[in-house]
């Protein structure tokens, strides 16, 4: 049987990149069309964010996103301890024997725990060099039962640890631009929607393109 994992695979004794791993050089990015910056990656402290620092914070993350498109950020609210617990444990998890591992292994996208590899396995011509494991965790009680029971604390601490971030990310959140920045003559380019909303279709296009916010255009008629 071949190796469903990329773990698996690589500690298999492979000499060499599998051809199903490797792109066309006219797929790969291109450094000489890059802008290089010495500069190192941008860190906000969201320290201040509600306090009286909250328009400098506001005005750094939207720097951060239009010159580098990414960002680190410190003082989110996450206990370092917490972070060293959570990563202990997948690190655990991923070190299992592979009969273990398999018990959660699935290549349809739609499942709300599963492990696997690349991203969509089944609609790639090319695929990703990296194994995940996706977990659902709200509301709790509806899904801690899918999760892996093994190493024995898996499932208290991933639920120590999603309880703490749930006030940071809310999958009902409502997307779109702030009120100010719209009127008659400057209307909404896409109208307001949720992550859940932009997570359904993401899926339910089968992955055609990478992004799909022409789904959510405003029809400004």
Not at 6 to 31: E, T
Not at 181 to 204: Q, S
Request: negative net charge; contains cysteine; hydrophobic residues 30%.
């Amino acid at each position: 049987m071949s190796n469903l994992l990329l773990a698996d695979l690589a500690a298999s004794g492979v000499k060499q990149i599998p051809s199903g791993y490797i792109r066309p050089i006219s797929d790969r990015p291109n450094l000489s069309d890059v802008q290089i910056s010495h500069d190192s990656i941008p860190l906000i402290d969201l320290h201040g964010l509600d306090g009286p620092s909250r328009s400098l914070v506001i005005k750094q993350i939207s720097q951060a996103c239009e010159n580098d498109g990414f960002f680190q950020v410190k003082n989110h609210g996450i206990p370092e301890e917490m972070i060293g617990k959570i990563t202990n444990i997948a690190r655990q998890f991923f070190k299992l024997p592979e009969s273990e591992r398999l018990k959660t292994y699935s290549d349809d996208p739609t499942k709300t725990t599963r492990l696997s590899t690349s991203f969509n396995v089944n609609s790639e011509k090319i695929s990703s060099w990296r194994d995940f494991l996706r977990l659902h965790c709200y509301p709790l009680e509806d899904y801690m039962h899918e999760w892996p029971c093994n190493p024995p604390s898996f499932r208290r601490d991933v639920a120590e640890y999603c309880t703490s971030i749930r006030g940071l990310v809310l999958r009902d959140t409502v997307i779109g631009p702030p009120e100010e920045m719209v009127d008659d003559d400057h209307p909404a380019v896409y109208r307001d929607f949720t992550y859940g909303e932009y997570y359904e279709k993401f899926w339910n296009r089968g992955l055609v393109k990478e992004c799909c916010l022409d789904l959510f255009k405003a029809s400004n008629e």
